[in-house]
Each structure stands twice: as C-alpha cells, then as structure tokens.
DNA sequence: TCATCCCGGACCGACATGGTCCTGTTTCCG
DNA sequence: CGGAAACAGGACCATGTCGGTCCGGGATGA
C-alpha cells in the first residue's frame, strides 16, 4: 500500500497547527487543537525538533515553534523526520547483507531509479499546499460522526474496491 | 520509510524471471530460479494471476505465462496487484469513519495530491526498465559471500546515516 | 529556591505482514 | 479410465514493527 506511518500524518497536521500559532506553543495546546493525544504530540515534536523542523524551547513558559514557513517545509523533509529515510524497498543504496534471497539480487538495486522518482515527487510538495482552508479553527460543535464506530472487518479484505481505477486499468 | 512489502519486491522479481522463461513455467522452477521460497512464490503468482498481470494453466503441465511484455507492466500495477491500491494514507477518498482525530480532519484529504502524483510517478516507470542485465544467467559458480551472514543489529538503529542527504538537507 | 514543563530515554501491547500448510479442482499422461 | 501434476483458495501462526504510554532528568521563569 506504499503507506506512510499515522505518525507522519500526525506529524503534518501538526506543523500546520503550529503554523496557526504564531507563537510558541506546547504540547497539550496542539494536543487539544488537533485532536491527537498528548504523548503523541510529543513524541511526533520531539522528532519534529531533532530534525530542525521546529524549534524548542526548554523549561517553565516554553514550548515548540516553526523553524521556517510551511512552504520552506517539503513533504518529503517530514517523512524523513519521522520515518526516516524515504525508500521503497530494504534493498537499497549500500544496506550490505540484506538480502538473503541471492547474491546477485536479480533486480539488485533496480528500485534505485524508483525511490529517487518518489523523493523527487515528495520533495516537489510542500507543507502549504496541505494547508488550504479546509476549516481553520476545527472543533465545531459537538461529534456528529465520531470515531468509536465500527473497525472494519480486520480481515484481509484489503478494499481493493475503493480508490481510483488502479488495480483494473 | 514509505516501504512497499517484501511480497512486492518478490513480484518484481518473479515477473522479470518470468519473462526471461518464454514458455508456461512452474512455481518450484521460478522459486529454483528466483531464490524465494516456493510458497510464497506460489503466492505471488496467485495474486499476480488474480490481477491479470499472469495468465495460468491448470493441471499437469501447467504454470505460469507473462500476460504482456514487461514493458507494458509498470510498477504501479504490480504494486496494486500485491498490497492493494496506491496511497499514502488511510484517510483517502471515501474511506469513511476511518480517521478518529477529528470529524473534520484538519488536512481532510490534503494528501490527495500527494498520492496522485505517487501514482503518476509509479505508472510511468515499467518493469522493463527493472530488468536490465545485472546477471542474466543468476548463480555465477559457488559463493564469495553467502547472506548467512550477520542479521544487522535489528535493534532501532534506523541507517538514518545511508540514502541520499535527505534528512538533513 | 521552587514549581513548571520540555527532553530523553525505555517500555509494552496491538496489529499487520510474511510465511506455511492443507484441501479441492482441473488437466494431462500412462 | 485412473493416477499424477499443478493451480486455486482458503485458514493458520510467528514475527517484526508501529502506535501509544510512562518515568526520571534538566532547564527556565517566578
């Protein structure tokens, strides 16, 4: 599914939260902006900050702060923090002794072209394109739909249904 | 990380091998060939021939056939065929009651672009472009350097140092 | 000096993934 | 006509990673 851990997601609505605020910010504040629990929100901060995507601030009265502007922030810069390295496959660059399937991978290092495609198509995208209004100050009254709902089957349908036209083109 | 399943990976491979077989081949002949277990191999076929990228025949003297030439498979459709359809996250689409953050999500749908343009990217590059002689004829003689080897430390050290200056751009 | 609040870890449960196996069905060969 | 070969389609289980929680330490402001 090529999918992104939640934590990067998180990690967006996050920034962009923090974008909101000119100031510095704490935690349980854009916790309780953005609907994420708190130790979560810090967790993704503290990510956030050992890249040098946001700025923190220490002791009584501190918090977090946008490094830069959300258009100086490519997605790819976020997946990087909290994933790590963007790469498609484990067979990568020089990841010596991986591959127990052969010693000459038959297709050795021919996701190269692939991943760098990808980076490049992430690194295109920055974060004030995810911005747009959608509804700035959240939280609208009560919780129409909420959550608690129903976890789909868990089973292995994988939804191939949904989505646009892929799997059949 | 962005990283695609293993069984994609094995697809790939399968399907390159496939094509250097013209003929109807067997699962235990392309796991032989390919170095991956049987079963999963078997597997992979199976969700490759439910996607249509392979044609089978049943019964004694069957296998498997490349339904097209590599060069009319891209990646996109491989990935598709083995972990479903290509998206960055769960909250795509119509996925409904999927994200418990919020009703109305603060990037409600902003990773659309992101994904299509994943998509583009993915629907560009073809299989063909993956084959390319590394070693067409695998299994040189003994070997130098088996994968036995030392599994990596498996700990959390992420080689966030490998891949292409990205984290710290 | 004290209280506040972030930083840096370790830690644990849940889930999806990777991999194996079994049974049934279809087709070819003897 | 009967047996063997090989795919089809499940269920099943182990493992690794991810998501989430917690605790102690240190810096800052009152």
Redesign the interface.
Known sequence: ??????LT??A??VL??LSHQGEVTTSPTLAQA???PEPTVAKVLKALAA?GLVASQRGARGGYRLATSLSAIP???V???I?????????????T????????????G??D??N???????T??TLD????A??ST???SS?????P??S?PSSRS???A???S??A?
């Open positions: 599914m090529l999918r992104l851990s939640k997601d998180y967006v609505v962009v939260q953005t609907g994420i890249s997605v790819a810069k997946i990087a923090a994933d790590g390295p963007i790469s498609l496959t484990a067979c990568v660059d020089g990841v002794g991986g591959c127990e399937a052969q010693q000459c991978c038959p297709i050795r021919r996701w072209p692939v760098d495609a990808i980076r490049e198509t992430l295109r995208i394109s995810m911005d747009v959608c509804c959240q939280m609208p919780s129409p739909s909420l959550s709902s129903s789909p994988p939804s191939l949904v989505s646009t892929f799997a083109e």
